[in-house]
DNA sequence: CATGAATGAGGATTCATTCAT
DNA sequence: AATGAATGAATCCTCATTCAT
C-alpha cells in the first residue's frame, strides 16, 4: 500500500506543550460571519474565477476545509455572499417610505437612496458585475433571491401615478424604465470608475463628486419625468 | 469545458508517411486575426480568469504553443484584444461627424451611435467589464490606450456650447458627465440584462425593445439638457 | 457520494430551548451493533479504501466521532468488522456435524453447506477480497482471528479418511486440496460475478442457478474423489 | 488581486547551468508505454481507490499532468490498464490450438494454459478483483472489452461435443460451466492465497506447489467430465 | 454516551507556460 | 511558422481524525 502517513504526529514532541490553539473559535455564527465576510471580499475583488478558497480561508482565518464544513462547495459559498448582498439590499429598500411623499421629492429620495446604497457598499456592485458575466446563472441557482423582485417598482409606480395626476410628471412613463434609469446612472458611474478614470482624468470618488453625481441622477430622472410644455 | 483531448492511440503506426498535415496555414495574418477572435469570444464570455488557453487555441484552430509565439502570454493576449475592441470603437467614434448638426440633432445622433454600437458588439461590454473588475490594470498596461480618450469629449464640448448659444440646451451642463450619462444608460442596460431579466420578467432584447430603449436615452439626455423655464 | 451537510442555517434562534434531542440512543450495545452493520455494508460494498467514515455514520444514524470512540480508527473497525464476519462463518461452520454422515454424504453437505454461506452472506466475499487485496494486513493484525484456521479441515480429513477406508473415495487426496477446491468453485461464481456477467450474458443469480452451482460443486468434488477404476 | 506567483522563477539562479535535465524522453509511445505500467502496477497493488496518480507519475518517471494529457482522467487510465490486461489475455486465448487435439489433451492443454497465464500475469488476477468490487463498471465502460467474450468458449463447446461423441466426455455437460470450473480452480488459488496462507500454513506459491495446483485442476475438470459408468 | 466544530495532510485535476523538433 | 510533448505551481475538494462541550 501506499505510504499514507497514518496521523503518526501524535506524540512527537511530547515535551512541548502546544502553545494555546491560535483559533478555537467555537462560535459557529461567528465562524460563519467570518468566512461570509472574507468570501465576500474575495469574490468582490476578484470575481467567481479569481477568488481562492485558500485566501478566503485565510482571511476569515479559519482552515480551509470548514469552509466547505459550512458552505459544501465554491459556488455554493458564492451564492451564500450574492444571497447575504441582495437580501441586504431589498431589506434597505423595503424600508424606504415613499408612499407619504410629494411625488418629486419621492422620486428624489429614491434616486439618492438608491445611489447613496451603492455608494456605501461597493461590493455589491462588483457582485453584480460578476454575476452578469456568468449570465445571472448563480442568482437564478439561488434559492432565496429567484424571482425576488424589487419591491421598489411598486412604490415607483405609485409615485408615477400620483405625479401624473397633480401634474408633476407626465403620464406616459414606465416604472421599469425609470427604475433601470436611476440604477444605469449610479450603477455605471461606479461600476466603470477605473476605465473612466483612464480616459477622463477626474477624480470621481472624491466626496464632493459623488455628491455632485447624486444631484445628476436626481435632476435627470426629474427632467425625463417632467411633462413637456404644450 | 474543453473536450479533453485524449490521445487516441494516434502514432501508433509508425512507418505511415504523415498524410499531408491537416492545417498548416502558413498565412500569419490569418492564423493572428484567428486566434484574436478566438480570444475575444472567451475573454468576453468568460473574463480574464475564466479564459483558458486551451480552448482559445481549440477555437482558432491553432496549436497553443503560437499562442505564446505570437502573443507572449495571457495577460498580452488580453491586452491584444482589449486594444482591438477599443481601437475600433475609437475609429467608429471618429467617423462621426457632428459639427454640422443641430444641437439637438447632434446629441440624438451620438447618443444613438453609442447605443448602437454597443448593441452591435456586446463583447466590448463584457471586454470594459472585465477591465474594471481588475481596475483598468490591462487597459493601463496597454500602450496603445494609455491616455487615448475618447474624441467624443471635444465634439460633445462643441455641441453643449452651440446649443447654450442658441438656448436648446442649458448652459451649465459638463461634457463629461453628459458622455458619462449617454454611456450610463446604455451600458447598463446591455451589460446587467442577465440580472434585470432575473428580476424584471421582461424581453429586454427584443428589436423593437432596442428601439425603444435608445428613444429612451436620447429623451432623457435631452431632457437633461432642455433649459429650465425660469 | 455522502449528500453535503450544508449547514441549513441552523443554530440561528439561539433563545430557543433545543427541543428534544431527535436521537439519544443511550444503548451503546445497540449503537455499536448499528455502527458495525453500516460498516459492514461500506466495506463490503467499497473496500477499505473506497469505505467513508462520513456514510458509516450517516448510516448508522451516529455522529462520526462515535465511530471513533468505539473503534479507536478506520483500520480498528474495519478488523471489528472482518472479525465479525469470521467468527459468524467459523461459528456455522462449528456447527455442523459431518462425523455421523456417510463419506459422501458428508462431503454433499460439507460444500453445499459451504455453498449455500457464502451466497447467503455475500459481504463475506468482498470481504475477503477486499483482504487479499491488501494481502491479508488485517487479519492478521486481528488478535482474535490469527491463527484462527477452519474446523473444518479436521472434518473434512476424517471424512477422506472414512471414505479411503471403504473404498468410497480414493487413498490420496489432500484435506486442504479438496476444502480449496470447494471453496473455489464457490467463490469464484460468486466474487466475479460481474465480470462473469459481462463476458457470459448469464443470469448467474437466478435462483434455479444457484441451486444448480451448489450441485455442480457437489459433483465436481464427489468426481475427483472418486476412486479411479484400475 | 491575490498573490498568483506569475511564473518569476525564471532567471533566478542564472549562474546554475540546469544539469541536463533527467528525462526528457520526447518519446510519446515509450512515456505512454511507461505511464501505463507503472499504473498497471498502482492499479494492481491497490486497487482503484488505492492509487494515486501521484505515485504512478513517480513510478512512470514522468510528470503528474503528463498522465492527464495522455489519459484523460484516473478513470480512463484504469480503463486503459484494463484494456491493455484483458486484450493480452484474449490475445494469449486467441493463440491456443485445440481443435487439433484429443479432447482430454485438449482440456488438458486449456486448462494448464489458463493456469499458467494467471501464474504468469498475477495482476490480472487483482485488475479483475478490483472490477468485480466495483460491479464491472469500468469494464463495462471500456468499449474495447464490452461484449468482447472469452473465444475459449467456442473451443471449449468442440471439445466437449467431440469428447461426448468418442466416448471419454459425459453428453450433459456445458462449456461455460466447465470454462468456470477451471477459471474458478485457479483464481480462487491466486486470488486468496494471502488468506489461505493465514488459515493454513502452506507455501502456496512455491513453484512444485504451483504445478501440482495445475495438475489438481486438470485431474479435477476431467473428472468431472468423466462419463460415469452406468 | 454523544455531538458539532475544527483541522492537516493529502488527492484528483487544471492551467499557463516552456521545450524540442 | 507551426506542432506535440512535457512541466511546475496551483486549485478545488476530500478524508480520516481530533477538539471542546
Do not use: C
Given at each position: 500500500m501506499a505510504k499514507r502517513s497514518v496521523r503518526t504526529g501524535k506524540g512527537e514532541a511530547k515535551g512541548t506543550p502546544k502553545p494555546a490553539r491560535k483559533k478555537a473559535t467555537r462560535d459557529p455564527e461567528r465562524t460563519r460571519a467570518s468566512v461570509l465576510a472574507a468570501a465576500t471580499r474575495s469574490f468582490v475583488e476578484n470575481g467567481f474565477n479569481g477568488a481562492r478558497i485558500d485566501r478566503i480561508a485565510e482571511r476569515a482565518g479559519v482552515n480551509k476545509q470548514l469552509i466547505y464544513y459550512y458552505f459544501g462547495s465554491k459556488e455554493q459559498l458564492y451564492i451564500a455572499v450574492l444571497d447575504a448582498a441582495y437580501s441586504a439590499l431589498r431589506s434597505a429598500e423595503a424600508d424606504l417610505?415613499?408612499?407619504?411623499?410629494?411625488p418629486v421629492e419621492g422620486i428624489r429620495e429614491l434616486a439618492l437612496f438608491n445611489w447613496r446604497y451603492h455608494v456605501a457598499h461597493p461590493g455589491l456592485i462588483s457582485l453584480v458585475r460578476t454575476e452578469n458575466l456568468h449570465k445571472a446563472k448563480y442568482l437564478k441557482r439561488s434559492r432565496k433571491l429567484a424571482?425576488?423582485?424589487?419591491?421598489l417598482i411598486a412604490a415607483i409606480t405609485a409615485l408615477l401615478r400620483r405625479g401624473a395626476e397633480s401634474g408633476q410628471f407626465r403620464a406616459d412613463s414606465d416604472p421599469v424604465d425609470v427604475y433601470i434609469t436611476i440604477a444605469a446612472l449610479g450603477f455605471y458611474y461606479l461600476a466603470n470608475q477605473w476605465t473612466l478614470a483612464a480616459n477622463f482624468k477626474r477624480r470621481l470618488l472624491a466626496p464632493e463628486r459623488l455628491d455632485a453625481w447624486g444631484e445628476h441622477i436626481v435632476e435627470t430622472i426629474l427632467a425625463y419625468l417632467r411633462p413637456q410644455p404644450a
Amino acid at each position: 500500500m501506499a505510504k499514507r502517513s497514518v496521523r503518526t504526529g501524535k506524540g512527537e514532541a511530547k515535551g512541548t506543550p502546544k502553545p494555546a490553539r491560535k483559533k478555537a473559535t467555537r462560535d459557529p455564527e461567528r465562524t460563519r460571519a467570518s468566512v461570509l465576510a472574507a468570501a465576500t471580499r474575495s469574490f468582490v475583488e476578484n470575481g467567481f474565477n479569481g477568488a481562492r478558497i485558500d485566501r478566503i480561508a485565510e482571511r476569515a482565518g479559519v482552515n480551509k476545509q470548514l469552509i466547505y464544513y459550512y458552505f459544501g462547495s465554491k459556488e455554493q459559498l458564492y451564492i451564500a455572499v450574492l444571497d447575504a448582498a441582495y437580501s441586504a439590499l431589498r431589506s434597505a429598500e423595503a424600508d424606504l417610505h415613499l408612499d407619504a411623499l410629494d411625488p418629486v421629492e419621492g422620486i428624489r429620495e429614491l434616486a439618492l437612496f438608491n445611489w447613496r446604497y451603492h455608494v456605501a457598499h461597493p461590493g455589491l456592485i462588483s457582485l453584480v458585475r460578476t454575476e452578469n458575466l456568468h449570465k445571472a446563472k448563480y442568482l437564478k441557482r439561488s434559492r432565496k433571491l429567484a424571482g425576488l423582485n424589487s419591491p421598489l417598482i411598486a412604490a415607483i409606480t405609485a409615485l408615477l401615478r400620483r405625479g401624473a395626476e397633480s401634474g408633476q410628471f407626465r403620464a406616459d412613463s414606465d416604472p421599469v424604465d425609470v427604475y433601470i434609469t436611476i440604477a444605469a446612472l449610479g450603477f455605471y458611474y461606479l461600476a466603470n470608475q477605473w476605465t473612466l478614470a483612464a480616459n477622463f482624468k477626474r477624480r470621481l470618488l472624491a466626496p464632493e463628486r459623488l455628491d455632485a453625481w447624486g444631484e445628476h441622477i436626481v435632476e435627470t430622472i426629474l427632467a425625463y419625468l417632467r411633462p413637456q410644455p404644450a
